[in-house]
């Protein structure tokens, strides 16, 4: 069975600095998909960025980029230019290719302070 | 385009009380799931349906769990009898497809989801 880990329960930023939140995974799989949400306070979840595991080019959303380290079984996000918005719990998840389920496999989470 | 909604945001009962989640999804969404995060836990899957059928619900934790999507449209969760760690916060998602390919086809989209407090 797939697994996500989150080591870092929470983080600390200033604004306009760079923050990395790191992301690993188990998985047996060769083809996956590997995904950030973003959970701003009181607020619905929302998709940051996505990265299909057979891309070797990582994925970059705006101020969002990822580090994904496939031999390593490692995704990290990093927020440049952090904004005040930008604090929220982060999820980071996991989708196996093929097959009918859509089922995400999230990680327990990093919860991100941006300090003014 | 109105996004996923889901009923009630707070849910406060007693051990033993039954409980029953609403959530709609986007329209035209075939796909709808349950997800559950226990308190400083991840969040997991419960189940998924395609319109009116279950197609996984291998997340689901015991049979004091129902989950309906009568007519393919809004879902129900219900707990009966309610324990005290079902407490938790219950979310839907819905998305367009569930098929091989075409991520941004399966994008799923999040409810604000329903905070249950079993006393």
């Known amino acids: 069975a797939q697994t996500v880990t989150q080591s870092q329960p929470e983080m600390s930023v200033q604004e306009a600095e760079t923050v990395t939140l790191s992301c690993t995974y188990d998985t047996s799989e060769s083809d996956y998909y590997l995904f950030w949400y973003k959970q701003p306070p009181s607020r619905q979840m929302i998709l940051v960025i996505r990265q299909e595991a057979y891309k070797q080019q990582n994925a970059t959303e705006n101020r969002f980029s990822v580090n994904f380290q496939k031999a390593a079984k490692s995704f990290s996000l990093k927020i440049s230019d952090s904004q005040l918005g930008d604090a929220a719990m982060y999820f980071c998840a996991y989708r196996s290719v093929g097959g009918a389920t859509n089922k995400l496999i999230f990680g327990t989470g990093t919860l991100l302070a941006v300090q003014p | 385009e109105a996004g996923v909604t889901q009923f009630p945001s707070h849910s406060v009962i007693e051990k033993g009380q039954t409980v029953t989640l609403r959530c709609d999804p986007i329209s035209g969404h075939d796909n709808l799931y349950w997800y559950r995060r226990v308190m400083g836990k991840e969040i997991k899957f419960l189940l998924h349906?395609?319109?009116?059928?279950?197609?996984?619900e291998s997340g689901m934790p015991n049979n004091r769990f129902l989950a309906e999507r009568t007519g393919g449209t809004y879902s129900t969760l219900k707990v009966q009898p309610a324990e005290l760690e079902d407490s938790g916060v219950y979310f839907c998602?819905?998305?367009?497809?569930?098929?091989?390919?075409?991520?941004?086809?399966?994008?799923?989209?999040f409810g604000p989801g329903t905070r249950l407090t079993v006393l």
């Open positions: 998602a819905s998305s367009r497809g569930s098929g091989y390919r075409g991520t941004r086809y399966n994008e799923q989209f």
């Open positions: 349906f395609v319109k009116e059928s279950k197609q996984d």
